[in-house]
């Protein structure tokens, strides 16, 4: 069993930076690729980023590159998201995410969620 806490969300004015962490509990974390996805009201649940399990490679959703920047800490087995230059398009509830398969951009690959923090940008 996996459980994971997203923290960090919150109020910022277009602009500004956020910087969300996640912290996983239970079986082992060091091994799994990792993600972030966002849902804003009304639309689909889209893919942010994701880390595979070393760190060592990532990827991001092309309306937050060069923006947004994911890492980990497996020692402490943590995932986070530096967000920069927010904008309100970028207002969701972000969750964290593991994937099960090493795949990193379907929802379906994903098989523990944690509750999702809520970030929102004012114009």
């Known amino acids: 069993q996996v459980q994971l806490v997203e923290s960090g969300g919150g109020l910022v004015q277009a602009g500004g930076s956020l910087r969300l962490s996640c912290a996983a509990s239970?079986?082992?974390?060091?091994?799994?690729?990792m993600g972030w996805f966002r849902q804003a009201p009304g639309k689909e649940r889209e893919f942010v980023a994701a880390?595979?399990?070393?760190?060592?490679?990532?990827y991001y959703a092309s309306s937050v590159k060069g923006r947004f920047t994911i890492s980990r800490d497996n020692a402490k087995k943590t995932v986070s998201l530096q967000m920069n230059s927010l904008k309100p398009e970028d207002t969701a509830v972000y969750y964290c995410a593991r994937s099960n398969t090493g795949n990193v951009y379907p929802l379906y690959d994903y098989n523990y969620w944690g509750q999702g923090t809520q970030v929102t940008v004012s114009s």
């Open positions: 239970g079986r082992t974390f060091s091994s799994d690729a």
């Open positions: 880390i595979n399990w070393s760190g060592g490679t990532t």
